[in-house]
């Protein structure tokens, strides 16, 4: 089966002297059946030329954002919405610079960060400044904005050096394409749910209770999980965050609209709870606000438990059921507590004690308990990576 064909490739393509191999990629790319459409960067035409570009790809080429026969069809936007993906290949040191500090000076530029689609770099460059601290920084960050990456080789550089920086072998870039939309495939059979920020639970028309979340590691988790081709659906409580193209987002305010909501939309293969919802609802709800002046007692009365009674239920238990556990105190005896008590398959607990990640923060500790093995912990990363890192596990064990 060729998992490439009539896919549609946004190849930008960078001024190095790797350059020349984008021209072999482009061959690749229109032999297994995608489409490739390029932008060329003013420095690549130095190293090849529009004409052999457009000859290969049979496709306009790209280059000027200030063209105005282009930029009468908004070409920065079109083009990323056109494309399956965004391919940066060769990815030089000065594009890797740009597009970690948000730079947009020219089409090329000016499309990845207009891009709502998956961007991968293939970098290329001498090895001392693949090893410079200032590049390691770039690409770091660069790789917690969600870029991926696609080598470097070690080998033998043009300009008679040898070490780390050489640009993939086109063929070897081809193969990793086509095992990355053969995965997607082979997970569109697998349906998952999640869920994530906090609930309210109405005092009056105007207050409620409340647990702490901004719901951004369940986004993130979600949105890994759709990248990888799980049909995804995010049940969400009230958060800020935008939604997901892809993905479907069922918006929710009480624990009781979650509650319904997650038996709405399920079976699914994989139900990850990461929602902070509130342990406690108000008894007796107030129709009018109550005013500040009348003496207020509150009676509470408990949730019911979205985790427990999914994990416990026979006929409607998804394959994995993983929950989330922040603690303030005693992890790892609390969240092993967890995880027998309400039959997960795992347990994901962070300390929240530590104000510098997890609530509102990009970053977040997390340790992972399973029900038959040992538990790993995963020491401060983007959230965005930590998802990542949790959806190959989840696929690991599907596996």
Request: proline share 3%; hydrophobic share 40%.
């Amino acid at each position: 089966m060729d998992f490439l064909k009539d896919k549609k490739i946004l190849l930008i393509i960078c001024g190095g002297i790797a350059a020349y191999k984008s021209l072999e990629l482009i061959r690749l790319f229109r032999k297994s059946g995608a489409t490739v459409k390029t932008i060329l960067t003013n420095n690549a035409k130095k190293f090849i030329t529009p004409l052999s570009v457009a000859s290969l790809s049979q496709e306009k080429v790209y280059s000027d954002l200030f063209d105005h026969n282009n930029e009468a069809e908004m070409d920065h936007i079109s083009l990323s919405r056109w494309s399956d993906l965004i391919l940066i290949a060769p990815a030089t040191a000065n594009t890797i610079s740009k597009l970690s500090n948000g730079l947009a000076d020219d089409l090329a530029s000016t499309v990845v960060l207009a891009s709502d689609k998956n961007i991968f770099l293939v970098p290329a460059m001498n090895v001392r400044m693949w090893e410079h601290d200032s590049n390691k920084k770039n690409v770091k960050k660069l790789q917690e904005f969600g870029y991926q990456l696609i080598g470097p080789e070690i080998g033998d550089m043009a300009c008679g050096e040898f070490g780390e920086g050489k640009m993939s072998e086109p063929i070897n870039i081809i193969n990793y394409f086509i095992k990355y939309f053969k995965n997607i495939k082979k997970h569109y059979k697998y349906k998952a749910l999640v869920t994530a920020g906090p609930t309210h639970e109405y005092i009056d028309p105007v207050r409620y209770v409340t647990n702490k979340s901004s719901g951004k590691q369940g986004y993130e988790i979600a949105k890994s999980l759709s990248k990888n081709g799980f049909d995804t659906t995010l049940i969400s409580g009230p958060t800020n965050l935008d939604p997901i193209k892809g993905i479907n987002i069922i918006n929710v305010n009480s624990a009781k609209e979650m509650f319904d909501a997650t038996l709405n939309n399920l079976p699914v293969d994989v139900a990850i709870f990461s929602a902070a919802v509130a342990d406690w609802k108000i008894k007796n709800f107030n129709n009018k606000k109550i005013k500040k002046s009348n003496n207020i007692n509150l009676t509470l009365e408990k949730n019911i438990d979205i985790l427990s009674h999914v994990s416990k239920h026979n006929s409607l238990r998804p394959k994995m059921v993983i929950g989330f556990a922040a603690e303030t105190d005693n992890l790892i005896e609390n969240s092993k507590k967890k995880l027998n008590d309400k039959n997960c398959d795992w347990i994901i607990a962070n300390d929240v004690s530590d104000t510098s990640i997890g609530f509102e923060s990009d970053f977040n500790e997390v340790t992972i308990f399973y029900k038959n093995k040992k538990f790993e912990k995963i020491s401060k990363i983007k959230k965005s990576l930590l998802s990542d890192n949790i959806v190959e596990r989840i696929i690991s064990e599907l596996n």
